[in-house]
T-cell receptor, first 115, second 115 residues
Framework: DQQVKQNSPSLSVQEGRISILNCDYTNSMFDYFLWYKKYPAEGPTFLISISSIKDKNEDGRFTVFLNKSAKHLSLHIVPSQPGDSAVYFCAASDRYTGTASKLTFGTGTRLQVTL | NAGVTQTPKFQVLKTGQSMTLQCAQDMNHNSMYWYRQDPGMGLRLIYYSASEGTTDKGEVPNGYNVSRLNKREFSLRLESAAPSQTSVYFC??????????????FGEGSRLTVL
């Protein structure tokens, strides 16, 4: 049973427009949600996160929105740039227990920003 | 500052052969992880080590063994490789404190093909 789902495998957006990537989860015990960006032949790199007690977090062109009642989060990229073309993974973190951080990942959405 | 380093980056094996993937981190993190990435499956946790001297199974541990050699190094061993283990393997590390997001830092990945 997949606890973190990204239902759109791919998304194409024109340069300068808004990109919206979506993620759904089922486990209400997650306390942080993270977005990772991955270029081909590289490891995933952390992009932005949000605590489960907040509904919005913004960092430059990137904003993450969390709707706890719907168990849904989204990543907004405004304006989109060609360098944003990558695979984006949504991930969720279990509540802190003083030990390891086992992230549960979605299947990823490939974003292509066209000129 | 190298971060998380994985070797080898590419490997081709025949069914039944064994091999070890090596991982080292220089960030003084307590926790280390091995994930695999497959098309349409996202990243799935194989094994993790919350701290030096401990290891635990993740979501897909069958066919793998791990060793936490010291605080810096965490290796993944395939004793008898199978075609189903063809994948890209990522090592990661973290140091989570109370209130942290649980962010993982990933290596560049090791692409393994089992014929």
């Amino acid at each position: 049973d997949q606890q973190v789902k990204q239902n759109s495998p791919s998304l194409s957006v024109q340069e300068g427009r808004i990109s919206i990537l979506n993620c759904d989860y089922t486990n209400s015990m997650f306390d942080y949600f993270l977005w990772y960006k991955k270029y081909p032949a590289e490891g995933p790199t952390f992009l932005i996160s949000i605590s489960s007690i907040k509904d919005k977090n913004e960092d430059g062109r990137f904003t993450v929105f969390l709707n706890k009642s719907a168990k849904h989060l989204s990543l907004h990229i405004v304006p989109s740039q060609p360098g944003d073309s990558a695979v984006y993974f949504c991930a969720a973190s279990d509540r802190y227990t003083g030990t390891a951080s086992k992230l549960t990942f979605g299947t990823g959405t490939r974003l292509q920003v066209t000129l | 500052n190298a971060g998380v380093t994985q070797t080898p980056k590419f490997q081709v094996l025949k069914t039944g052969q064994s091999m070890t993937l090596q991982c080292a981190q220089d960030m003084n993190h307590n926790s280390m992880y091995w994930y695999r990435q497959d098309p349409g499956m996202g990243l799935r946790l194989i094994y993790y080590s919350a701290s030096e001297g401990t290891t635990d199974k993740g979501e897909v541990p069958n066919g793998y063994n791990v060793s936490r050699l010291n605080k810096r190094e965490f290796s993944l061993r395939l004793e008898s490789a199978a075609p189903s283990q063809t994948s890209v393997y990522f090592c990661a590390s973290s140091e989570r404190l109370a209130g942290d997001t649980g962010e993982l830092f990933f290596g560049e990945g090791s692409r393994l093909t089992v014929l």
